[in-house]
Nanobody, 113 residues
Framework: QVQLVESGGGLVQPGGSLRLSCAASRSISYAMGWHRQAPGKQRELVATISIGGTTNYVDSVKGRFTITRDNAKNTVYLQMNSLKPEDTAVYYC?????????WGQGTQVTVSS
């Protein structure tokens, strides 16, 4: 069993930046990622990172968001720059074991002037 706790969300103006963190309760030896869900929309994948550091991003955030992980701290990060109102959503961290996907509780990101 793995518990994931996200932090770092908040209210930011368009063009601003936020850094989300996701701390795992124990060492994670598999891929992790971030999803988001806007009101009235399906949850969508934002970014993933393998145990070795290989990353993938949804096209809408490429060049603006960066996912990283610190295996020594059991933590994955999402650096979000040049934020847009359409980035407003609840952001969820996930960890993909071979048998189950673990989820965090989510953190709200609101981009508004």
């Amino acid at each position: 069993q793995v518990q994931l706790v996200e932090s770092g969300g908040g209210l930011v103006q368009p063009g601003g930046s936020l850094r989300l963190s996701c701390a795992a309760s124990r060492s994670i030896s598999y891929a992790m990622g971030w999803h988001r869900q806007a009101p009235g929309k399906q949850r969508e994948l934002v970014a993933t990172i393998s145990i070795g550091g290989t990353t993938n991003y949804v096209d809408s955030v490429k060049g603006r968001f960066t996912i990283t992980r610190d295996n020594a701290k059991n933590t994955v990060y999402l650096q979000m720059n040049s934020l847009k109102p359409e980035d407003t959503a609840v952001y969820y961290c996930n960890a993909d074991s071979p048998f189950v996907r673990y989820w965090g509780q989510g953190t709200q990101v609101t981009v508004s002037s």
